[in-house]
């Protein structure tokens, strides 16, 4: 590891159990860290807001805002994991199939949750992966809700299958349909045996942060049903998690 990243590291995790400050020769002291580097490092994270000037008489320093952000973000995404696998499990097993929660970040979808009944066959992508937002439902059951503030000319349309949406147009059409119905389809526009039902997760502001999927062999999926089941439950994620996702 690059030792000026691991210094950071162990100035931060110092601040961290410092909550009531501390100075720049307790670091040097308790973390052997030289002055300069110490001075060097402390003030980038300060404008990083990462660490803060607690009182400039005393000259002491403690952790900034952007650690309570990213502490709640961490908290946040685990406990509305928590909160919507019983649920979502619940809906794998009563339609048989895979089911998958995705968070929009950074204008793609992220897979944090997946759970695959014994009895479901299909299995095509796992968590932590990555994909995009015009083509699959999980992808346009979020972006159906944030089209005012999107920039549509950045995306970067692929040809997956003869059905994949390839022309703003289309994909805001599509979206509209999406708001229409409360939920999206991904009808074979990634795989062409592939068919994907999903619905938002809502947060205290109207905001869609989260969706959940089912995904199913195409032929295999009675689509009015499936997407009443889908928006329920995701209708009671929103429900018990709207505390935890402002």
């Given amino acids: 590891?690059?030792?000026m990243i691991k210094r950071s590291v162990d100035i931060l995790e110092y601040a961290a159990g410092h909550l009531d400050g501390f100075r720049i020769s307790?670091?040097?002291?308790?973390?052997s860290i030289p002055k300069s580097s110490a001075f060097d490092i402390i003030y980038t994270l300060i404008n990083c807001e990462m660490l803060e000037i607690k009182n400039e008489r005393l000259k002491t320093f403690a952790l900034g805002p952007k650690t309570y952000d990213i502490g709640y973000q961490y908290i946040k995404d685990n406990n509305i994991i928590d909160i919507a696998t019983p649920i979502l499990k619940k809906l794998g097993d009563t339609l048989s199939k895979t089911v998958f929660m995705g968070k929009y970040d950074n204008d793609e979808v992220l897979y944090v949750f997946k759970y695959q009944p014994t009895t479901a066959i299909l299995n095509h992508c796992s968590v932590n992966t990555r994909a995009d937002l015009f083509c699959t439902a999980l992808g346009k059951a979020m972006l159906a809700?944030?089209?005012?503030?999107f920039d549509f000319g950045k995306i970067n349309f692929k040809k997956f299958t003869e059905k994949t949406i390839l022309?703003?147009?289309?994909?805001?059409?599509?979206?509209?349909?999406?708001?229409?119905?409360?939920?999206?389809?991904?009808?074979?526009?990634i795989k062409d045996y592939m068919l994907c039902i999903s619905a938002p997760i809502f947060d205290v502001n109207g905001k869609t942060n989260y969706a959940i999927s089912v995904s199913s062999l195409y032929e295999d999926v009675d689509i009015e049903n499936t997407a009443k089941k889908v928006v329920e439950a995701a209708n009671t994620i929103t429900r018990k998690s709207k505390y935890l996702i402002k």
Avoid at 145 to 149: N, Q
Avoid at 167 to 189: H, S, Y
């Fill in 167 to 189: 022309t703003i147009e289309d994909l805001k059409q599509n979206l509209e349909d999406v708001k229409k119905n409360g939920f999206a389809v991904d009808n074979r526009e």
């Fill in 145 to 149: 809700y944030r089209m005012e503030e």
């Fill in 26 to 31: 307790d670091v040097m002291h308790d973390l």
């Fill in 1 to 3: 590891m690059n030792k």
